[in-house]
């Protein structure tokens, strides 16, 4: 098989490849590391490359490929946003402040791949600290995204969607406070899943907003999505905010139910088709719920979420304030970039903070600083707490009638670079669809649904609490019902 063709196989497809001895763990690793060499100098997805370790790697998983020792997830190449802890790996969160730090022990899911002998390929541009929409804000470099190399791929796990849709990696993992992984996989025509809070461990993921923050897959297919979760879902009692729920086998009822969604009752939220929205997107939608409703499914489309124009707000509360309270540790004395010069303890300590994080970042520590300060945290944080439970409970309510809610991802295909970078308020309002989901902390999937101007557009489905395996139902049945996730970027 021709390299180019082994950079577009899914995890299945390569998985049942290796179990077959058709192919090698360390074929496919090579040929994914040439494809990085070919195109990165267009797409810029990749802050670290770990070429010798991932060869490792690959050989060791052919050694227990040939014993008949193989998972699902047994060799086969994956990429690491670089805001999630690589034992031995740099880890930058993308910021001069980290720089140069390297951490002495894995994250949890980074641990669960590793026991499956998965191959770790290197770690992936993003936005400074997970903050921002578009991957621009990263502190070395922007990336780009693969169907139009003039736009972006989405943030901030913009360098994951792109290396994934690419062809540089087989899947790889990416973090979603208010839409990071669903935006950029909407704007990339991947598959993005932001599981529910406390469903997949955050030890070992950089904190950026503690209540929101999520680790998810990012894949090309419904199936392969199913698969990555089957191996990161579960309950870690080094993570507080994990949740004991046992895990279901999340491919079990995928091609059971094959097309069919009949029984399946789904509610589309007007508020998420705002008037500014692109005509071409809405377009899209449209067609695509109904196809979902000619899989079986009952549709009702005068569904209201009237709280949900607060949650844009509310995440602009709640979100900086929570930065700038894990942003604090950032004090050039413990680890990460240090400002010497300096004449006194104070001195170094703002210098280092001045240098060492970049303008969004300083922006959204500085809101929160101002939201939880006295004489504003009532006003501001403790309002917002309550709007949040306003926000929740309307989606309790909704999901008492409905199995699913389905809405765009993003109100608009992928911008062109620097489009946005000036005005902070407009690069915000890409989340609007993605964000309120955070704030409830329920699960969501962005999946292919068609293409505007040849830059694909992505159709988000809402779920109820660690009811990821409804989603990936209905997700796989309308997969299975077009070919959006067919086409690949020309690069």
Same mark, same amino acid.
């Given at each position: 098989?021709?390299?180019?063709?082994?950079?577009?196989?899914?995890?299945?497809?390569?998985?049942?490849?290796?179990?077959?001895?058709?192919?090698?763990?360390?074929?496919?690793?090579?040929?994914?590391?040439?494809?990085?060499?070919?195109?990165?100098?267009?797409?810029?997805?990749?802050?670290?490359?770990?070429?010798?370790?991932?060869?490792?790697?690959?050989?060791?998983?052919?050694?227990?490929?040939?014993?008949?020792?193989?998972?699902?997830?047994?060799?086969?190449?994956?990429?690491?946003?670089?805001?999630?802890?690589?034992?031995?790996?740099?880890?930058?969160?993308?910021?001069?402040?980290?720089?140069?730090?390297?951490?002495?022990?894995?994250?949890?899911?980074?641990?669960?791949?590793?026991?499956?002998?998965?191959?770790?390929?290197?770690?992936?541009?993003?936005?400074?600290?997970?903050?921002? @929409? *578009?991957?621009? !804000?990263?502190?070395?470099?922007?990336?780009? &995204?693969?169907?139009?190399?003039? =736009?972006?791929?989405? +943030?901030?796990?913009?360098?994951?969607?792109?290396?994934?849709?690419?062809?540089?990696?087989?899947?790889?993992?990416?973090?979603?406070?208010?839409?990071?992984?669903?935006?950029?996989?909407?704007?990339?025509?991947?598959?993005?899943?932001?599981?529910?809070?406390?469903?997949?461990?955050?030890?070992?993921?950089?904190?950026?907003?503690?209540?929101?923050?999520?680790?998810?897959?990012?894949?090309?297919?419904?199936?392969?999505?199913?698969?990555?979760?089957?191996?990161?879902?579960?309950?870690?009692?080094?993570?507080? @905010? *994990?949740?004991? !729920?046992?895990?279901?086998?999340?491919?079990? &009822?995928?091609?059971?139910?094959? =097309?069919?969604?009949? +029984?399946?009752?789904?509610?589309?939220?007007?508020?998420?088709?705002?008037?500014?929205?692109?005509?071409?997107?809405?377009?899209?939608?449209?067609?695509?719920?109904?196809?979902?409703?000619?899989?079986?499914?009952?549709?009702?489309?005068?569904?209201?979420?009237?709280?949900?124009?607060?949650?844009?707000?509310?995440?602009?509360?709640?979100?900086?304030?929570?930065?700038?309270?894990?942003?604090?540790?950032?004090?050039?004395?413990?680890?990460?970039?240090?400002?010497?010069?300096?004449?006194?303890?104070?001195?170094?300590?703002?210098?280092?903070?001045?240098?060492?994080?970049?303008?969004?970042?300083?922006?959204?520590?500085?809101?929160?600083?101002?939201?939880?300060?006295?004489?504003?945290?009532?006003?501001?944080?403790?309002?917002?707490?309550?709007?949040?439970?306003?926000?929740?409970?309307?989606?309790?309510?909704?999901?008492?009638?409905?199995?699913?809610?389905?809405?765009?991802?993003?109100?608009?295909?992928?911008?062109?670079?620097?489009?946005?970078?000036?005005?902070?308020?407009?690069?915000?309002?890409?989340?609007?669809?993605?964000?309120?989901?955070?704030?409830?902390?329920?699960?969501?999937?962005?999946?292919?649904?068609?293409?505007?101007?040849?830059?694909?557009?992505?159709?988000?489905?809402?779920?109820?609490?660690?009811?990821?395996?409804?989603?990936?139902?209905?997700?796989?049945?309308?997969?299975?019902?077009?070919?959006?996730?067919?086409?690949?970027?020309?690069?």
């Amino acid at each position: 098989m021709r390299d180019d063709k082994l950079c577009q196989l899914t995890i299945h497809e390569a998985h049942e490849l290796l179990g077959q001895k058709k192919l090698s763990s360390l074929e496919l690793t090579m040929a994914l590391l040439q494809r990085i060499n070919e195109v990165e100098d267009k797409i810029h997805a990749c802050v670290t490359i770990t070429e010798d370790i991932a060869l490792e790697q690959a050989r060791q998983a052919d050694e227990h490929i040939s014993r008949g020792e193989i998972t699902p997830l047994t060799g086969i190449p994956v990429l690491v946003k670089d805001v999630i802890c690589t034992r031995g790996i740099r880890t930058t969160c993308s910021s001069k402040m980290l720089e140069n730090f390297v951490p002495p022990y894995d994250a949890t899911v980074v641990e669960k791949l590793k026991a499956q002998k998965a191959v770790i390929l290197g770690k992936t541009n993003m936005d400074e600290f997970a903050m921002g @929409s *578009s991957t621009e !804000h990263s502190a070395f470099f922007p990336s780009h &995204n693969p169907w139009d190399v003039e =736009r972006v791929p989405g +943030g901030s796990s913009g360098g994951s969607t792109a290396a994934t849709s690419a062809g540089e990696a087989i899947y790889a993992l990416g973090s979603d406070t208010g839409g990071s992984i669903r935006q950029p996989a909407g704007f990339c025509g991947v598959v993005g899943l932001k599981p529910t809070y406390g469903r997949v461990s955050r030890f070992g993921l950089v904190a950026f907003a503690s209540s929101l923050d999520q680790i998810g897959p990012i894949t090309r297919d419904v199936t392969d999505c199913a698969l990555v979760m089957n191996v990161i879902a579960g309950h870690d009692s080094r993570d507080s @905010s *994990s949740v004991p !729920h046992v895990v279901p086998d999340y491919t079990k &009822n995928l091609n059971s139910r094959g =097309r069919s969604l009949k +029984g399946t009752v789904i509610g589309v939220p007007r508020e998420y088709f705002p008037d500014n929205m692109q005509g071409e997107i809405k377009t899209a939608l449209v067609a695509a719920i109904n196809r979902l409703q000619e899989l079986g499914a009952t549709v009702d489309w005068e569904v209201s979420l009237p709280h949900t124009r607060y949650a844009l707000a509310v995440y602009y509360i709640l979100a900086p304030s929570e930065a700038s309270a894990n942003l604090a540790r950032y004090d050039g004395v413990k680890y990460g970039f240090s400002e010497q010069n300096a004449g006194s303890v104070i001195e170094a300590t703002e210098k280092t903070r001045q240098f060492g994080f970049g303008a969004e970042v300083k922006r959204r520590i500085m809101l929160g600083t101002y939201a939880l300060s006295a004489g504003y945290y009532d006003a501001y944080y403790l309002k917002a707490q309550k709007v949040r439970t306003l926000i929740k409970q309307e989606f309790e309510q909704a999901f008492e009638k409905y199995d699913a809610l389905v809405t765009p991802t993003s109100p608009t295909v992928a911008f062109k670079l620097g489009e946005k970078m000036e005005d902070p308020l407009q690069m915000y309002l890409s989340d609007v669809c993605t964000l309120p989901i955070n704030i409830a902390g329920l699960p969501a999937i962005s999946v292919p649904a068609g293409f505007v101007q040849n830059l694909p557009v992505g159709m988000q489905i809402i779920g109820k609490p660690f009811d990821e395996t409804t989603l990936l139902d209905i997700a796989f049945a309308y997969e299975q019902a077009t070919s959006w996730h067919e086409r690949k970027p020309m690069l």
